[in-house]
């Protein structure tokens, strides 16, 4: 990747400054962004690097406050002026606004599902009885736990945390059978032909807004965010704002066992309807309240975000709230 164009190429202009953290998808996240920025800017920009509280601690990311860690040290730099932009994963981004920053574009969205990586080039269905399949996130764990009860399949979740390289290793080590990552960093770091199954999302709901990327800028810098909006997807930003309004209106956090996937259903030319898939559930898999509502593709982020409480409503109707208690450990 490279993130400095010779000099000729800015035409004089000061390079934007694009932070970011330094792990691989992170860096991999930013290069695709820089590049899009470039084409809609025609400025140069250049990437820092930040080191957030998430990267050096060795807690268990539930117990230091969810992957919101990663987010807080580049907004502050954004705050004070270190730098011009960030990229997020969206699905790491708190779901308040945060003052004096503006979530100026929502790039066109990846796979959102998640992905297995097994042993032996093993499908879900295919795991032996007492395999162990790795993952940190209670939501993965509470509908993986569904699942394999539905198939009268014995497998057992357990906590990992760790980069996406990290992750696949316990795999390739034989300490784990599997892990379940998400199919959009994998694609990002080259390594989605790894995945031996693309989870489908009838059984395994992404996180809300995952597979997309956020891309954040000072609220004061008008101009700049007026220029990020050309590479807003307007279908990925009324599906992401669905998920994460649902997410809101459950008052869950990020590190609930919440899923959420809003999918754009058409005839192939037009795009008519919008579904939107929410559950939560119990990290053992024996509860999951599960609702689903289709209607026409919300007009605005606000009819979007409509949408979302609605839906979360219905859930908690259907004792929703009672199940989002639990922390993986
Ligand atoms: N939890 C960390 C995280 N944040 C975003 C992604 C992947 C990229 C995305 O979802 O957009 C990942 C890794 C994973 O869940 O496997």
């Not at 969206?90 to 998640?114: I, N, Q, S």
């Not at 795991?127 to 399949?133: D, H, Y």
């Amino acid at each position: 990747m490279n993130a400095t164009p010779s000099p000729a190429a800015s035409g004089g202009a000061p390079p934007l400054r694009l932070g970011t953290r330094r792990s691989a998808l992170a860096m991999a996240q930013s290069g695709l962004v820089a590049d899009l920025v470039r084409d809609v800017t025609g400025r140069p920009v250049e990437l820092v690097e930040i080191t957030t509280y998430g990267d050096t601690s060795r807690e268990h990311l539930a117990q230091i406050g969810g992957a919101g860690v990663f987010v807080s040290a580049l907004r502050e730099a954004l705050l004070r002026g270190e730098i011009d932009l960030a990229v997020h994963s969206l699905k790491d981004l708190p779901t308040a606004e945060p003052e004096g920053l503006a979530l100026a574009a929502v790039p066109r969205r990846e796979d959102p599902r998640d992905a297995l990586i097994a042993r032996d080039g093993l499908t879900f269905a295919q795991l032996p009885p007492g395999a162990r399949i790795g993952t940190g996130s209670p939501r993965r764990a509470a509908q993986l736990n569904a699942w394999a009860r539905s198939l009268g399949l014995d497998i057992e979740t357990v906590p990992i945390r760790g980069n996406v390289g990290t992750r696949i290793g316990y795999v390739r080590s034989g300490r784990l059978d599997a892990v379940v990552l998400a199919a959009a960093g994998l694609t990002r770091l080259g390594r989605i032909g790894e995945a031996t199954e693309l989870l489908d999302a009838d059984h395994v709901l992404p996180a809300p807004g995952q597979g997309a990327l956020a891309v954040e800028c000072a609220a004061s810098s008008a101009s700049l965010a007026a220029r990020l909006a050309e590479i807003d997807d307007p279908y990925t930003r009324v599906a992401v704002t669905a998920e994460r309004s649902l997410l809101a209106a459950l008052e869950a956090g990020c590190s609930a066992p919440v899923g959420a996937l809003a999918d754009l259903l058409g005839d192939g030319q037009v795009v008519t309807e919008m579904r939107l898939r929410g559950v939560v559930g119990t990290l053992d898999g024996t509860t999951l309240v599960q609702l689903s509502t289709t209607g026409p593709v919300p007009a605005s982020p606000g009819d979007a975000a409509d949408l979302g409480r609605v839906l979360a409503a219905e859930m908690l109707a259907k004792g929703a709230a009672g199940l989002m208690g639990e922390r993986a450990l």
